[in-house]
């Protein structure tokens, strides 16, 4: 598979009233065509973040630098304001993480769908991708507005719109399940895998959802306090975890417990993580030494993964 996006080296800080927060810390990624790479990590660990700074879509006051963020041969942070806006929709598609909050609740879904699409969908087209998307008994709804439907349905509409409607190179989906019950939710994955096969197209898939992720992803990356912590293909991350944050999050998941044994949460918050100067997750990690505190681990490879972390691969 060839490669569709390589980014090295993303920084993203905003400025906010009690000064900066760097919020995405050199990220380094690649995503080959037709690849499904997941994102996951706490809450507030900058995957969003990293999503939208690929779409170009931060706040004007906030700082994005990269070393590189090549997107099939084009350096989209080079780019002028109108090429991007073109990019946006037609080759890269985005799935937003709050589907009721992005789109207009005065506006009908009919016309939210033209919008969005560039224009380029009209009555029948709108059906037919409603059809794809398993909301055909929707389509004599269309002059209804965003809060009569159920946040599952919003969530499929902007799928349609994000990947069939210009069906996209690449699609960034955030959280596109997290509102869902599980059987919508497995519909929606379903639907993720059956376009990609289809369309060929690649995606980065943002979810807390080790379960989902573990059911569609080719690899996976582990975020943590701004930094991309682990990077591995689905299996090895599973079976093979390297970084001890990536340990405590896969120890956390009820599945693993016996029955009636305890859940394990990972002890500490995330709070504060993005400002340390040396390994984020120190001061939770059980394996933390005087180096961690002090000195960035850089990424480097171990096993079949590449980590964050100055111990992974010590023997244990
Ligand atoms: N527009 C913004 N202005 C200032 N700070 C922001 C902004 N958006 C996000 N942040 C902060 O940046 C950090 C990363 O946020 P981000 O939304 O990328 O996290 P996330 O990993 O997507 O979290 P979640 O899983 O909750 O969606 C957080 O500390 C958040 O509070
Ligand atoms: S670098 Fe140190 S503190 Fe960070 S995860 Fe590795 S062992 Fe733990
Ligand atoms: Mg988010």
């Known amino acids: 598979m060839s490669e569709l996006l390589r980014v090295e080296g993303l920084n993203v800080v905003y400025r906010t009233r009690g000064g900066s927060l760097p919020a995405v810390r050199d990220v380094s990624l690649t995503l080959r ?43 989209l942070f080079s780019l002028g304001d109108d090429s991007m806006r073109r990019l946006r929709g037609r080759r890269i598609g985005l799935i937003p993480q709050r589907p009721m909050t992005s789109l207009s609740p005065v506006t009908t879904v009919r016309k939210q769908l033209a919008l969005l699409s560039g224009g380029v969908i009209d009555d029948a087209c709108a059906h037919r991708l409603l059809g794809e998307v398993g909301l055909g008994g929707l389509s004599d709804r269309l002059g209804d507005y965003p809060f009569q439907f159920s946040g599952g349905q919003l969530q499929r509409m902007l799928m349609a719109i994000a990947v069939l409607a210009h069906e996209p190179d690449l699609v960034l ?29 690649s995606v980065i898939f943002v979810s807390h959802d080790l379960a989902a992720l573990s059911q569609v992803c080719d690899r996976v990356g582990v975020m943590y306090g701004g930094h991309l912590v682990e990077m591995a293909e689905t299996r090895d991350l599973f079976t093979k975890p390297q970084h001890p944050y990536t340990r405590a999050l896969l120890d956390a998941l009820p599945a693993r417990r016996a029955r009636g044994e305890r859940l394990r949460a990972i002890p500490g918050t995330v709070s504060g993580s993005h400002h340390l100067s040396g390994c984020p997750f120190a001061p939770r990690c059980d394996a933390a030494t005087h180096l961690c505190a002090v000195d960035t681990p850089p990424p480097r490879r171990v096993g079949s993964s590449t980590v964050r972390c100055h111990h992974a691969g010590a023997a244990s």
């Open 173 to 201: 989906a955030d959280e596109p399940t997290t509102t869902l019950d599980v059987t919508v939710q497995a519909q929606i994955l379903r639907l993720l895998l059956d376009l990609r096969n289809r369309l060929g197209n």
């Open 33 to 75: 065509r037709g690849e499904i790479l997941g994102l996951v990590g706490e809450s507030g660990s900058g995957k969003s973040t990293v999503l939208t700074a690929l779409m170009r879509m931060l706040p004007r006051s906030t700082r994005v630098a990269a070393e590189r963020v090549d997107f099939a041969g084009t350096d």
